[in-house]
């Protein structure tokens, strides 16, 4: 484990994906509004290009359409990092001498790899109806069919990290 390159950008991408995660959530808090409960995840979860109109109308009347802007492209951001550092975390775990801990890489790197793809399917379509400024059902369909394995997806790497952490830490105590 002394040579494994994954560790130095596990331990910088993971922690900073959260300090992003926790930016991200700061942006679109004022999102959540009388005409869109909410806010953000009720854009995510619409499903239908209607839905998407009323949303993002009642954000521009609230002069909130920038703000979405920015909240949308922070999350791009924040699904950068955070998913490479859970990809890293899983790699770096991958090296570890006990059975258990690797195979919890394993599986981190997996669902590293489907939290990226299914968040960004979700964010790019939100962006892209938001910079077009109406909504559209297939992107707002796909939108909301991905949510679901996403939010499972950054489940099992959060807690995926933290067990394979405490397992490693275990597993190396002396009997």
């Known amino acids: 484990m002394a040579d494994d390159p994954f560790r130095a950008k596990f331990m910088l991408l993971w922690p900073l994906g959260l300090v992003l995660f926790a930016g991200v959530i700061w ?24 839905s998407i109109d009323l ?13 979405a802007r ?21 790699l770096h775990f991958m090296q570890d001498p006990a059975t258990r801990v690797r195979r919890m890489g394993i599986m981190l790197v997996i669902a590293a790899a489907l939290f990226i793809a299914t968040d960004y399917a ?15 059902d297939a992107m707002a369909s796909v939108a909301a069919t991905v949510r679901p394995v996403k939010i499972a997806a950054w489940l099992v790497t959060f807690f995926g990290v933290i067990a394979a952490l405490v397992v490693r830490r275990i597993s190396a105590r002396p009997a």
Do not use: C, K, N
Not at 55 to 67: E, N, P, S, T, V
Not at 70 to 88: E, K, N, P, Q, R
């Open 122 to 136: 979700e964010t790019f379509a939100q962006i892209i109806q938001l910079q077009q400024e109406r909504g559209s």
């Open 27 to 50: 942006l679109g808090l004022p999102l959540d509004i009388e005409g869109v409960p909410g806010g953000i995840l009720a854009h995510q979860a619409a499903g239908d290009g209607r």
């Open 70 to 90: 920015y909240a949308m492209f922070g999350d791009i951001v924040f699904i950068t990092v955070y998913g490479l550092g859970s990809w890293y975390a899983g």
């Open 55 to 67: 949303i993002q109308r009642a954000w521009m009347d609230a002069g909130l359409y920038d703000r």
